[in-house]
């Protein structure tokens, strides 16, 4: 039996036999991605939902100077209530989203036709105050241009000299594109998927080895060192892509199920879908193995190689980040860098945008070169001496 | 037999550097337990790595049965049976699959392996644990197995780096009964040691070494004569000149 076969069936069977790595590469690797998109979305979808339909709490300060802009609000489903001592600091401590202020010479500004000054008291850095903010500003414009209609109108003039501009908005964004710009993380949680499934690996099978001090008699065998790093890499990267093609599958299936219509978002999750995400992954699987051993390799134990990985785990994050930030578009040579082309060809997959053959073909080819030289690079360590010493 | 000619290894560079072996020569025949003898760090481990050729020497050259060790090494490999200083199992396999596991490393066909497996689990007196996990294994069913996975090829040649090294009494004496039982089978076994009752009860011949150099490569009897001492012990004092080391 050729050597780098028995070594890598060697790897699988023992790995196998260690329940924290198959609970990491069958269960907690393959549920990350669904399981943290199933709480985001049902956050997400249950705060869209009330907070459109429920009534909006509005803390006023001075409502019995402006009658009528409170009887127009109590209209638009605003629940009046008083406001507290101090309404800045109510803001700041986040008892209340947003306060409103009216002053006491609203009525005689608002009588003479000068303008009424009322106060929006909020902090724009909370995120989950938005919605009550913008929301009362929307009423407060309406109500605005509601009564500076109605005055024109008095004075015998079209209110319509007021709008020389008319802006129409016409939104392209399909529902499947709007869901792609949310699930921009996806394929790094795919990544991260068959980084954890291959982590154990890489370090049991160099740095745990030597550790244990069983490389020394491992590489007093009659095998060429590239051989036995073979089956070693081969392991890895079979435990990797086994993560990654149960984190593909569950996901599928998680997303059927997930209420995305609710917020007008839809999701391409057909056998498509899984085929080129996983065509793509499959070589990415084999990249990060490699730099997985060839980092844990460097490491003098267990520990430090741990440590080490997990500062190589940020890695590919970078490609998702910036591309969350800085909305480019997609370019053909995006898809021969590896994780950048997983990035793009997922989150278009995802939005139902197309995606030629032709650059399935070249993130994989490309991808697959780089992962035979991280592979050439390891095995370049492998040789060197002091790899096997122990202690 | 293996022969070692002017082997010469250093570590390191500069102020650091630190020479492990100096020119150390010897050869170790077949039929015959040679005993590779010195204090705690003499370049004993270092000189069996390069024969074993986990490190390539400085220079000098490294013959096992006449194959140069620089040139061919996977052939070498394959004529050497080796238990190095570190002699780790892997703890999730019972002991017949860590044997196993090497076997097939050499290539050796399924049924010449199992027929080897059971006459070393007979020799080693291991076959109450040939199916159990190591881990949790005594240092004795340790060695036994790292011996029997060692073993597995029927090598020509046998490196032991210290074979009893925290083993008792009894594992001790099981040890030196099966070294001799590979020299009456025609094997060259080579060993080191720090333990000169050891060395003396086992060896046909012993290589002194200290500082990196062959002091000495005599029979036991005429080590003693060479240095005027009755006792061994005191023989090799004298020869490598301090008693640095030998309290181990």
């Known amino acids: 039996m050729n050597a780098a076969l028995t070594v890598f069936l060697k790897e699988v069977r023992e790995n196998l036999r260690d329940r924290r790595t198959v609970i990491n590469t069958l269960v907690t690797g393959p549920l990350m991605a669904p399981l943290i998109f199933v709480l985001l979305i049902n956050t997400l979808v249950t705060r869209e939902l009330s907070k459109a339909e429920a009534p909006l709490a509005l803390p006023v300060a001075g409502a019995h100077y402006a009658p009528n802009l409170i009887a127009a609000l109590k209209q638009d489903n605003v629940d009046i209530k008083p406001a507290p001592a101090d309404p800045e600091a109510a803001v700041r401590n986040q008892d209340a989203d947003v ?25 724009a850095s909370q995120q989950d105050a938005r919605g009550s903010t913008e929301r009362l500003r929307k009423l407060l414009d309406a109500y605005d241009q509601r009564t500076g209609a109605l005055r024109l109108l008095a004075r015998g003039l079209s209110p319509s000299i007021l709008k020389p501009l008319a802006v129409a908005d016409r939104d392209q964004s399909t529902p499947q594109s709007r869901s792609g710009m949310m699930f921009a993380m996806l394929p790094y949680f795919f990544i991260l998927g068959g980084f954890i499934g291959g982590m154990a690996l890489a370090i049991d099978t160099t740095a745990g080895e030597r550790e244990r001090q069983s490389l020394e008699p491992l590489l007093a065998n009659p095998v060429p060192r590239w051989k036995i790093l073979a089956g070693k890499l081969g392991a890895t990267t079979a435990f990797a892509i086994t993560t990654v093609l149960l984190s593909i599958l569950a996901f599928a299936i998680v997303g059927q199920f997930l209420p995305t219509e609710k ?23 084999a990249l990060l193995g490699s730099l997985q051993t060839l980092v844990a390799a460097f490491a003098k134990s267990y520990r430090e190689a741990q440590t080490y990985l997990s500062l190589l785990m940020l890695v590919p994050i970078v490609p998702t980040l910036l591309l969350s930030v800085i909305p480019v578009k997609t370019q053909l040579w995006m898809y021969a860098v590896p994780l950048l082309g997983q ?3 997922i989150t278009r997959l995802m939005r139902g945008d197309p995606v030629p053959d032709s650059a399935l073909v070249l993130c994989f080819v490309c991808t697959a070169v780089a992962a035979l030289l991280a592979s050439l690079v390891t095995a370049r360590i492998y040789h060197s001496e002091r790899l096997a010493i122990s202690a | 037999m293996i022969e ?5 290894k250093a570590f390191g560079k500069g102020a650091k550097r630190v020479v492990a072996v100096d020119g150390a020569s010897f050869v170790a025949r077949d039929g015959e337990i040679t005993g590779l003898l010195g204090p705690n760090g003499a370049g004993k481990t270092t000189t069996l790595r390069c024969l074993y050729t986990l490190m390539q020497p400085d220079s000098g050259q490294v013959l096992v049965d006449g194959i140069d060790a620089a040139a061919d090494p996977v052939v070498v490999r394959r004529r050497l049976g080796v238990l190095p200083d570190a002699r780790g199992l892997y703890k999730r396999l019972t002991a017949r699959e860590n044997i196993d596991y090497f076997a097939r490393l050499h290539g050796i066909e399924t049924q010449t392996m199992h027929a080897r497996r059971e006459a070393l689990a007979e020799a080693l007196e291991m076959r109450d644990i040939l199916d159990r996990r190591t881990e949790g294994f005594s240092q004795g069913q340790r060695v036994k197995t790292a011996i029997a996975r060692a073993l597995v090829h029927d090598p020509k040649n046998v490196i032991l780096d210290e074979p009893t090294n925290g083993l008792d009494v009894m594992s001790t004496r099981a040890m030196r009964t099966f070294l001799k039982s590979m020299k009456a089978e025609g094997r060259c076994v080579l060993f080191s040691s720090h333990i000169m009752q050891e060395v ?9 070494i200290a500082r990196g150099r062959v002091v000495a490569d005599e029979s036991p009897d005429a080590l003693r004569a060479q240095t005027g001492e ?10 490598i000149g301090t008693d640095e080391g030998l309290a181990a």
């Open chain 1, 99 to 123: 306060v409103l202020r009216i002053g006491s010479d609203f009525a005689k500004a608002w009588d003479k036709g000068e303008p009424a000054q009322v106060e929006m008291i909020y902090d």
């Open chain 2, 230 to 239: 009755a006792n061994l012990e005191d023989a090799f004092v004298k020869l």
């Open chain 1, 343 to 345: 990035q793009v060809t």
């Open chain 2, 200 to 208: 003396a009860a086992l060896c046909d011949r012993i290589v002194v």
């Open chain 2, 4 to 8: 070692v000619k002017n082997l010469h």
């Open chain 1, 263 to 285: 917020i007008g978002m839809t999701l391409t999750l057909g056998p498509r879908f899984v085929a080129a995400t996983l065509f793509v992954m499959l070589p990415l699987a």
